[in-house]
């Protein structure tokens, strides 16, 4: 039978009551920075701001109607449904269902 031993943090108490206050705030976020070195808490508003400059950003992305969208995701379902019935031997059951 296993049994859980008692630990040590190796965290001061100032980093786990840090730790702590960040976890129960509703108006942090934690993100990756960028190229993934290290998570960031960023303020909840800032964030949105952030990405609504990119979403806005034209060089890169257009603005769909709704029938677009809908359609370009109907459109992406069958790709995706039709590629996991052409790859269904070799894809396992949890998978499919991942998928």
Do not use: C
């Not at 190229?35 to 950003?57: A, C, M, N, R, T």
């Not at 809908?70 to 396992?92: E, M, N, P, V």
């Amino acid at each position: 039978m296993l049994t859980a031993k008692p630990t040590r943090t190796n965290l001061t108490p100032l980093q786990r009551e840090i730790i702590t206050t960040i976890k129960n705030n509703d108006n942090i976020i934690i993100a990756l920075a960028d190229k993934g070195l290290s998570p960031v808490g960023v303020d909840i508003e800032q964030y949105i701001e952030w990405g609504l400059q990119h979403l806005h950003d034209r060089t890169t992305y257009s603005l769909l109607s709704e029938q677009a969208a809908q359609q370009a995701s109907q459109d992406l379902f069958q790709q995706i449904y039709t590629w996991t019935l052409t790859h269904r031997k070799t894809l396992g059951d949890e998978t499919v269902t991942y998928i």
